[in-house]
């Protein structure tokens, strides 16, 4: 079965209590018994629920495995994952990522006795250097949140020892342009809220693996935390995944022509997309996904204040949080999605005050430039390189 006939079929059969074409939201707690433990299947819904379990089978068959877990969050499906590991582990983790993941990490997760180095992970000699005896997991995000730099995956499986597993927080790429268990990795996660979900309307998460017994760890902290998506949101993440190929050939489209005309603009100072050739990974890009996302990051010319004048200035960019649906947003990293890591550290990596990020709709693309460009001619010019 190919992407979109699963993402349409698997999971969705028709109701077999009325025949509904469309799995319904099944907004129950609980279920009545015939005796006890004699039931259908399902007996209280924060460990099982019918409309869950269509997303969860959904899912998982969209990433090609075998078991799938939802949660109420991205977060939710992140710390269940690091649930695999016990007090005195350690794990390397890639240094661009998602502020809220550095936030878990380094200030829930290290209370417990786990351990994390951050390094630049599309380096893997840097990766092979920063293995320890105590390393069980390694934590790729590919492409990077927000620089948009690209992890080798199979490059990465290649150093996993046994024992250790390979874990590809897949949001940006989305399971449609990119296939990590395919490429070796062990889980992949998401944050369904971004491009699975689709329509910024629902905040949840998932956990997806071929490995039963990391499926089985993963399933109890499920049921034993109950971080889970009540039905309905479950059931607006099943219906946006069903367009989600339509929807990623668009964004793609769209983001490839916004980096390109904001590569060539002269008020720009650098643009960040894996999909235009002077992008430096853009050969691993073209390997490793079958597209290059709808996500582009870019700074300007001058002063770093102009980011934020240029963002207030666009008409169809939202200054918001957050990424993956149809509507275009813009964001300003350094003081939103990434404000939660601190200043110093956030520089060295890169995340200045100057960069902005794009999730670049599925608008007309025309409209989308249009924006861009009465922008730019708004903003105050750069002359002979310095801020006026
Ligand atoms: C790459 C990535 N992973 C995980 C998360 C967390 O997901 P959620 O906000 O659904 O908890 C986000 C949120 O922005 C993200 O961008």
Not at 63 to 71: L, P, R, S, V
Not at 92 to 97: F, K, M, S
């Given at each position: 079965?190919k992407?979109?006939?699963?993402?349409?079929?698997?999971?969705?059969?028709?109701?077999?209590?009325?025949?509904?074409?469309?799995?319904?939201?099944?907004?129950?707690?609980?279920?009545?018994?015939?005796?006890?433990?004699?039931?259908?299947?399902?007996?209280?819904?924060?460990?099982?629920?019918?409309?869950?379990?269509?997303?969860?089978?959904?899912?998982?068959?969209?990433?090609?495995?075998?078991?799938?877990?939802?949660?109420?969050?991205?977060?939710?499906?992140?710390?269940?994952?690091?649930?695999?590991?016990?007090?005195?582990?350690?794990?390397?983790?890639?240094?661009?990522?998602?502020?809220?993941?550095?936030?878990?990490?380094?200030?829930?997760?290290?209370?417990?006795?786990?351990?994390?180095?951050?390094?630049?992970?599309?380096?893997l000699?840097?990766v092979r250097?920063?293995?320890?005896?105590?390393?069980?997991?390694?934590?790729?995000?590919?492409?990077?949140?927000?620089?948009?730099?690209?992890?080798?995956?199979?490059g990465?499986?290649?150093?996993?020892?046994?024992g250790?597993?390979?874990?590809?927080?897949?949001?940006?790429?989305?399971?449609?342009?990119?296939?990590?268990?395919?490429?070796?990795?062990?889980?992949?996660?998401?944050?369904?809220?971004?491009y699975?979900?689709?329509?910024?309307?629902?905040?949840?998460?998932?956990?997806?693996?071929?490995?039963?017994?990391?499926?089985?760890?993963?399933?109890?902290?499920?049921?034993?935390?109950?971080?889970?998506?009540?039905?309905?949101?479950?059931?607006?993440?099943?219906?946006?995944?069903?367009?989600?190929a339509?929807?990623?050939?668009?964004?793609?489209?769209?983001?490839?022509?916004?980096?390109?005309?904001?590569?060539?603009?002269?008020?720009?100072?650098?643009?960040?997309?894996?999909?235009?050739?002077?992008?430096?990974?853009?050969?691993?890009?073209?390997?490793?996904m079958?597209?290059?996302?709808?996500?582009?990051?870019?700074?300007?010319?001058?002063?770093?204040?102009?980011?934020?004048?240029?963002?207030?200035?666009?008409k169809?960019?939202?200054?918001?949080?957050?990424?993956?649906?149809?509507?275009?947003?813009?964001?300003h990293?350094?003081?939103?999605?990434?404000?939660?890591?601190?200043?110093?550290d956030?520089?060295?990596?890169?995340?200045?005050?100057?960069?902005?990020?794009?999730?670049?709709?599925?608008?007309?693309?025309?409209?989308l430039?249009?924006?861009?460009?009465?922008?730019?001619?708004?903003?105050?010019?750069?002359?002979?390189?310095t801020?006026?």
């Amino acid at each position: 079965m190919k992407f979109s006939t699963k993402a349409i079929h698997v999971g969705q059969e028709a109701d077999p209590a009325t025949g509904a074409t469309i799995v319904p939201v099944y907004q129950t707690s609980t279920y009545t018994q015939d005796a006890v433990g004699e039931h259908k299947g399902f007996d209280y819904s924060r460990t099982i629920n019918p409309t869950r379990l269509a997303l969860e089978k959904q899912l998982a068959s969209l990433e090609g495995a075998d078991y799938g877990y939802a949660f109420a969050s991205g977060m939710a499906a992140t710390a269940a994952v690091l649930n695999l590991l016990s007090a005195g582990d350690h794990a390397v983790v890639t240094d661009d990522l998602y502020g809220g993941t550095y936030r878990l990490f380094s200030r829930v997760l290290e209370r417990y006795g786990l351990e994390f180095t951050y390094v630049d992970m599309s380096d893997l000699d840097a990766v092979r250097a920063a293995i320890r005896p105590n390393t069980k997991l390694f934590w790729i995000e590919t492409p990077t949140n927000p620089l948009l730099k690209l992890i080798d995956i199979k490059g990465v499986v290649a150093l996993r020892k046994p024992g250790q597993i390979v874990v590809v927080d897949n949001t940006f790429a989305s399971p449609y342009f990119q296939q990590p268990l395919a490429l070796g990795a062990d889980v992949v996660v998401h944050s369904t809220t971004k491009y699975i979900g689709g329509h910024s309307d629902v905040v949840g998460g998932v956990a997806i693996t071929n490995d039963k017994e990391i499926a089985d760890v993963i399933k109890f902290h499920q049921n034993a935390v109950g971080g889970v998506p009540g039905p309905h949101d479950a059931w607006l993440t099943m219906r946006g995944a069903k367009t989600l190929a339509l929807r990623m050939r668009q964004h793609a489209e769209n983001a490839q022509m916004v980096a390109e005309y904001l590569e060539a603009h002269p008020e720009v100072d650098r643009v960040y997309y894996p999909g235009l050739a002077s992008h430096p990974q853009h050969q691993l890009a073209r390997a490793q996904m079958s597209g290059f996302g709808g996500m582009v990051s870019f700074v300007l010319k001058g002063e770093q204040s102009r980011a934020l004048d240029f963002a207030h200035r666009l008409k169809y960019f939202s200054l918001a949080e957050s990424l993956g649906g149809v509507e275009s947003l813009i964001c300003h990293p350094a003081r939103m999605t990434h404000g939660s890591i601190p200043k110093e550290d956030r520089e060295r990596r890169g995340v200045t005050d100057g960069l902005l990020r794009l999730s670049v709709g599925i608008e007309d693309a025309e409209d989308l430039l249009d924006d861009l460009r009465s922008a730019l001619a708004a903003v105050p010019r750069v002359l002979h390189g310095t801020g006026v």
